[in-house]
């Protein structure tokens, strides 16, 4: 499977900022990159994507449900793909803890991305809390099965699950291997019993969590782990090429 890199800037970097970013990107990216490799810009930079190389896409890290009206403030999935957004990070935790998104919430937007054809990253994970009471497995249910509900086997493919640990997110602590993979073989079975073997097979499935250039190698040997969901570590560019090289 084809490995996906997505950085995910947050509320970071001014525009001049960021255009030093995609110059000393565009510079320094390897020839023969064989990953996918997206942008999550916040949204007063996304008119920027255009001059990131055209190997690299650009990304949203949120979107609003409907599709116009009277939402002040917000930001609809026709106004991504205007700019050229391919994909939208639904679902953070930080989405969830400082906004208030409910799973019901998150299902609506999974769906109104899929009909404007923009990919999601699906972000799901565990606290800290969930964790030690023991109850990652049904807070992952519970997140991927309403986020999904209603989703057809043949949308799955403009989906892809982050699997991203709130404890890790930012605090420089990694899931262990161990951790990674058995949330990876929870996510796998959630998909093959409410789809099939073979859905469960072809999803994929991202980890994030304070992953930097000296984790990467190794959390990406993880079986069933495709990618990487990069915060903090993507914000420089030499950090990130390292991270997809
Ligand atoms: P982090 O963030 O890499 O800074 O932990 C990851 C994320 O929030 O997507």
């Known amino acids: 499977m084809k490995k996906i890199f997505v950085a995910n800037f947050k509320m970071n970097k001014t525009n001049p900022e960021v255009l030093d ?37 650009v990304g949203a890290q949120n979107m609003h449900e409907e599709d116009f009206g009277p939402f002040t403030g917000e930001i609809s999935a026709d106004m991504l793909c205007c700019l050229g957004v391919k994909y939208v990070i ?108 073979q859905a469960a097979q072809d999803q994929k499935i991202l980890y994030g969590g304070s992953l930097t250039s000296g984790t990467a190698k190794s959390i990406l040997k993880i079986d069933g782990i495709c990618g990487a969901l990069v915060g903090g570590a993507s914000l420089d560019p030499n950090e990130f090429i390292k991270i997809i090289s």
């Open 90 to 197: 639904i679902g953070h935790s930080e989405r969830r803890k400082y906004f208030n998104e409910t799973n019901e919430k998150i299902n609506k937007k999974i769906k109104t991305a899929l009909r404007h054809g923009l990919k999601v990253v699906l972000c799901v994970g565990e606290t800290k809390v969930q964790r030690n009471s023991k109850r990652t497995t049904e807070i992952l249910s519970q997140q991927i099965e309403s986020a999904l509900s209603g989703i057809f086997e043949n949308e799955l493919k403009g989906i892809i699950i982050a699997y991203e640990p709130v404890w890790a997110i930012g605090t420089g602590k990694v899931a262990s291997s161990e951790d990674i993979e058995e949330a990876v073989k929870t996510i796998r079975k959630l998909i093959s019993s409410h789809y099939s073997k």
């Open 21 to 57: 970013y995609i110059q000393e990107l565009n510079n320094h990216l390897l020839e023969s990159l064989s990953s996918d490799v997206c942008l999550c810009l916040p949204y007063t930079s996304l008119c920027l994507g255009k001059f990131l190389d055209e190997r690299i896409a």
